[in-house]
Nanobody, 125 residues
């Protein structure tokens, strides 16, 4: 599976941005999907995850209430809507796919099998 992330950019604090991640295979519909981010000088951290149905979502405490993950299985695409952005949200954002069917979406990056190339989000104060 190839994942193509897009939607990053430079915004001001308080603005919104929506990231998209398009998958190359229709089997995308069976995969848990997630977004991770790597802030400057930090390791890659979990941001949000969604199960194949789209009905169950999971968030890091730092983004809960501000970010929303969703998916459109007809378009093989997962989204991350980011609202009320803060300078500390500045990072390269990565989408990931977990091909282990029937499990709760993992929260650890090493449990994901496929990765997008990353898209940079910069939030100025």
């Amino acid at each position: 599976v190839q994942l193509q992330a897009s939607g990053g950019g430079l915004v001001q604090a308080g603005d919104s941005l929506r990231l998209a991640c398009a998958a190359s295979r229709r089997t995308f519909t069976h995969y848990n999907m997630a977004w991770f981010r790597r802030r400057p000088g930090n390791e890659r951290d979990f941001v949000a995850a969604i199960d194949p149905s789209g009905r169950n979502t999971f968030y890091a405490d730092s983004v809960k209430g501000r970010f929303a993950i969703s998916r459109d299985n007809a378009k093989n695409t997962v989204y991350l809507q980011m609202n009320s952005l803060k300078p500390e949200d500045t990072a390269t954002y990565y989408c990931a796919a977990d091909n282990l069917i029937g499990v709760v979406p993992p929260l650890k990056d090493y449990e994901y099998d496929y990765w997008g190339q990353g898209t940079l989000v910069t939030v100025s104060s």
